[in-house]
Each structure stands twice: as C-alpha cells, then as structure tokens.
C-alpha cells in the first residue's frame, strides 16, 4: 500500500465563508466543492477538506511546517487573519497560531533549512 497524500477534515458552520478565508487568506486553491456541504483545497502540493458539520473545539487541528516562518508571520500580520498566538521561540523552533472563522486553531512552525 502506497500512501500518496493526507488530507485532513476539518468541520466548518458556513462552507463559503471558509473557502473565502483558506483562499483568500492563506493562499489555498479551491480543487472541488460538492454541492454546497463539501470542498477540498490545495496549496503547495498539499491539501486540506472542509465539511459543513458542527466544529469541535480542540486544542489545535492543523499544523503548518515551513522554512520561512518570520516572513509568513508578516504576510498573515498584514491580512484579516486572528493571530491567536504571537510569533516566539520555542526549544523545538518558532511559531505563531491563528484561528480561522470557525475557531479551528492553525499552527505554523519553523522547520530547519536544508
């Protein structure tokens, strides 16, 4: 068995006001939507699925790895985007986290450069 991609689900109240913000906020591409209960995004060759549901609060639903982590925290200080945690240095890296629409918690971390 070959495993060539894992997308995530996170469940969202309003499906359009959530593509509105992966896309437009966070740079994700719309692959398909389904009727009007469903959707799936890409961005960097990975992807992510929104399904209208009841969102269920957890401590974090996503994490983002990504070598630039000072200039992502600039391009999504300047946007709409609810920074619930500030940029800080941690034993393992830097990260920031921001909520989407939902409540669902993003965190983007630092990963080294090769």
């Not at 906020?25 to 959707?39: I, S």
């Not at 600039?74 to 409540?103: A, H």
């Amino acid at each position: 068995m070959t495993i060539e991609r894992i997308s995530p689900l996170l469940l969202v109240s309003d499906l359009d006001r959530s593509i509105t913000f992966y896309t437009q906020q966070l740079g994700f591409q719309l692959d398909f939507k389904y009727q009007d209960f469903y959707a799936g995004l890409t961005k960097d060759g990975h992807s992510i699925h929104l399904k209208i549901g009841k969102p269920v609060r957890q401590d974090l639903e996503l994490l983002f790895a990504t070598k630039h982590i000072e200039s992502c925290y600039q391009e999504l200080s300047g946007r709409q985007v609810n920074i619930s945690q500030e940029l800080q240095i941690m034993p393992y890296g830097k990260e920031f986290y921001i909520t989407d629409p939902d409540g669902n918690t993003l965190a983007f971390v630092s990963i080294p450069s090769s």
